[in-house]
């Protein structure tokens, strides 16, 4: 029987290393990478989360801010608007998680949502440098938005506007942060 000794009919021990053969272990256990089967699925949206539903975000660099849900991307993040001329939100993807859905909806009948994947989002990369001129740049790195960012910013906001002109104190609401005080109880509020 390979890999011990057969001491008095019971099975014992290691197989002793063969001649040639390595006789000595790594020290450290080496893992190897578990087979997966698993096709991650997308992820479901929230019931309360519907097109044209307004959003307060949690985290972030627009945190606190109230956005509207445009739709949801294919891979499971959501894309919303503030929109820009309101509240300075470009279309963004958040995470359903960071998010608070509220109980006003803005009707997006009007609104052409341009066809936007993850991909528009996608960072162009840049000509490498050698680790001695990254060293001694001294300039800061100017981001430049791309006008095809531009023009569908342009064409959803012209659409949000008259959508949020038509509700009278939806602008106001819009540009108005989100915070919590002393006392307030968050999870006593309805949103």
Do not use: C, W
């Given at each position: 029987m390979p890999g011990g000794k057969n001491v008095s009919g019971r099975w014992r021990g290691k197989k002793a290393a063969s001649k040639g053969g390595a006789s000595m272990y790594p020290a450290d256990d080496v893992k190897t990478p578990l087979m997966r089967y698993r096709v991650p699925k997308k992820p479901k949206l929230r019931p309360s989360i519907q097109p044209g539903t307004v959003?307060?975000?949690?985290?972030?660099?627009?945190?606190?801010?109230?956005?509207?849900?445009?739709?949801?991307?294919?891979?499971?993040?959501?894309?919303?608007?503030?929109?820009?001329q309101i509240n300075g939100v470009p279309l963004r993807r958040v995470n359903q998680a960071y998010v608070i859905a509220t109980s006003v909806v803005v009707d997006l009948s009007g609104v052409t949502v341009?066809?936007?994947?993850?991909?528009?989002?996608?960072?162009?990369?840049?000509?490498?440098?050698?680790?001695?001129?990254?060293?001694?740049?001294?300039?800061?790195?100017?981001?430049?938005?791309?006008?095809?960012?531009?023009?569908?910013?342009?064409?959803?906001?012209?659409?949000?506007?008259?959508?949020?002109?038509?509700?009278?104190?939806?602008?106001?609401?819009?540009?108005?942060?989100?915070?919590?005080?002393?006392?307030?109880?968050?999870?006593?509020?309805?949103?």
């Open positions: 959003l307060i975000l949690l985290a972030g660099r627009f945190r606190g801010h109230r956005v509207i849900f445009l739709k949801a991307l294919s891979s499971g993040t959501l894309l919303v608007s503030g929109p820009f341009p066809d936007i994947d993850d991909e528009f989002f996608a960072r162009k990369e840049d000509a490498k440098k050698t680790e001695e001129e990254e060293f001694f740049a001294n300039e800061a790195k100017e981001t430049e938005v791309s006008e095809e960012r531009k023009d569908a910013q342009q064409l959803v906001d012209t659409g949000l506007m008259e959508a949020i002109k038509a509700v009278p104190l939806l602008d106001a609401y819009l540009r108005a942060r989100f915070t919590l005080r002393n006392g307030d109880k968050a999870h006593k509020m309805k949103f």
